[in-house]
């Protein structure tokens, strides 16, 4: 090992260390539930993504093991050179008509939906408008585009500012295309993006729409369909961001749009040139997760019964949730260290959510970022209020 790297890579982290940003992941020894069993201990689980329980289910389950019989384990091959299954298009096919679009190309992930698909549709020519609070993952997609984008130059708009994206827009007449992109949910704050306003204004400045909705499918819209089913923008966002990872229980993303512009990533969408297919057991499970949301309103209906339930228990005992209209309930704490120590001890009282401080979000305003789900039970939630509630006494009795 070459000691320069190491030395560099010794002293980097440690830095981390030192500002309070260093991560090292808990582990999971349970399947992704409401109560699962972390680093030897049973904890209540308020930091997954598995909003439905549809990682667990029994339907999607078995459709894996199904395909591992009929499929093998691995798709064999990157997507055109050979590695396309029967079982891949009808995924793509299904998530078509569930979103109500001409065409879906499957990712293997939402990360590399975004930074595959942002950078292809886009030139030199053109100007990409960002809302300030977008994901990690639009952010590169953005950066590894030849477009302007930077916020120096004007090109990033407040969060939900729809006045400074105006501006943005008026600006930007000169450009051949303009692009807008946003979150649909929020996914640190949990917020909805304001889409109507942002489609009309997108109809008015001959701009197009993407809207990642990593947080929003399974969550909002007919069967969870995401947030332009929500706002019945039907027809008039341009590209749809789902990931297949969060509420729909597996792992992958896709980009929902016109036949066109599957044609196009297809040719020029370079995680989805350059990388192998999904295992086709994961196109099975999705397929089978997809006819649970579509079949099956209960686990949705008890995701927001559980959401509506756990806000306002917060509420009533004077917590912050921060505006949020989602599953996704930050829980403002201020301070960085008030936020970082509150995980600390929750942890000890059986509870597992993150702390989210600078500089994933602004100075003063960390949080602990909380999500019910659908698995959660009435015990679950009033256990982990009475341990919020208790650590909050500790915070402010600096024990
Ligand atoms: C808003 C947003 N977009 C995209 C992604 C990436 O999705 P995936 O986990 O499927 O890669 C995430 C994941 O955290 C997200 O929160």
Known sequence: MNDTLQGWLQGEIQGLKDAHLYKKPRILESPAGGRVTMDG???????????????????????????VEKWGVGAGAVRWIGGTMAIHDELEERIAKFKRVESVLVFTSGFTANSGCIPAVVTKDDVIISDALNHASIIDGVRLSAAAYRKSDGWVYDHKNMDM?????????GFAKRMIITDGVFSMDGDIAPLPEIVALAEKYD????????????????NGAGTASHFDLYGRVDIQLGTLSKALGVVGGYIAGSGSL????INRGRPYLFS????????????????VMENDPEPMERLWSNTRKWKSMLHDAGFDTMGSE????PILFGEEKAAQDAEKMLWEEGVYALAIVFPTVGKGSARIRTMPNATHTDEDLANALAAFVRVRDRLSAGV
């Open 41 to 67: 201990k049973s904890v209540i689980n308020l930091s997954s993504n598995n909003y439905l329980g549809l990682a667990n289910h029994p339907k999607v389950k078995q459709a894996a093991l199904d395909a």
């Open 165 to 173: 994206l105006e501006d943005c827009l008026k600006r930007a007449s």
């Open 207 to 222: 701009a197009f729409v993407m809207v990642d909705d990593a947080h929003a499918s399974g969550v909002l819209g007919k």
């Open 262 to 265: 599957k044609e196009w990533l």
């Open 276 to 291: 192998t297919a999904h295992p086709p057991m994961v196109a099975a499970a999705l397929i089978a997760a997809l006819d």
């Open 326 to 329: 989602t599953p996704i309930t």
